[in-house]
């Protein structure tokens, strides 16, 4: 009798233990179909970069190309001259930058003139060069140019009084320019310092989304013909006239 109610109760609790794991796999198989697992992949939107044509006449355009240095006073004395022609002026600007006090002739000559003064990177823009970019009228870049900046920097030497009292005057000079270039890009001014400490390197995209470039552009220099040689013309193509740009 004893075995029959041992073997009964050990039928009774195999069925159990079927039905609890029976029921708990529908349950499982519930909570999948309810709430499939799905592998986590973000999927970005592309958005595609709206570039605006430039077409500027070669009489408006000054160029500031290669290290900013003695050539800054020129520069500063053609935006002067061109001004008088009533008409908008162009810098486009591909340089590494240089020297602070010859780009501070350029900003100075912009500043003073009542024509609009557009600042255009057209390859990589760095240091002065940058600053420059940002007292533009309107700063523009052409799509994929670099645009960079980060610390002044340079030497003194003299008595430990004259040095502190010459880097204190820099470190003024300087911010001042750093406090314009943050505030017309609306970023607390030390959060801009704290931004370009090690360096800040930025294309037209992420330039343009921090505030630094009013719009992205391609360049159509009026009357410039392209650079580079001529191809050979084969005689399907007498009206076409190709070009290999370098």
């Known amino acids: 009798m004893i075995k029959k109610i041992t073997l009964g109760l050990t039928v009774f609790l195999v069925a159990s233990l079927i039905t609890v794991v029976a029921n708990s796999r529908d349950s499982f198989t ?14 970005q939107k592309v958005v ?18 290669g290290p900013i240095g003695n050539n800054a006073e020129s520069i500063a004395k053609n935006i002067i001259r061109l001004s008088k022609k009533g008409k908008p002026i162009y810098l486009l600007m591909n340089s590494p930058g240089g020297s602070v006090m010859d ?14 003064v557009y600042t255009v990177t057209t390859g990589m823009c760095a240091s002065m060069c940058q600053i420059i970019h940002q007292y533009g009228t309107k700063r523009l870049m052409v799509n994929r140019t670099i645009l960079m900046a980060h610390p002044a920097s340079g030497g003194v030497q003299g008595t430990l009084q004259q040095m502190d009292a010459l880097l204190g005057m820099i470190t003024k000079y ?10 017309r890009a609306g970023i607390p001014f030390e959060k801009y310092k704290a931004m370009i400490v090690s360096e800040l390197w930025l294309d037209a995209e992420d330039a343009m989304k921090l505030g630094f470039v009013d719009a992205i552009v391609s360049v159509d220099v009026l009357g410039e013909e392209a650079v580079g040689f001529q191809l050979p ?14």
């Open 48 to 65: 595609p970069v709206k570039v605006q044509n430039l077409s500027i006449k070669q009489e408006q355009i000054i160029k500031v190309f």
């Open 103 to 116: 780009g501070a002739l350029i900003i100075s000559a912009m500043e003073s003139v009542k024509v609009p």
């Open 233 to 246: 013309i084969m005689p399907e193509e007498k009206n076409k006239r190709i070009f290999l740009v370098n």
């Open 30 to 43: 519930q909570q999948l179909e309810v709430e499939p697992v799905v592998e986590n992949k973000a999927v």
């Open 174 to 183: 300087v911010d001042k320019f750093d406090r314009h270039i943050a505030k």
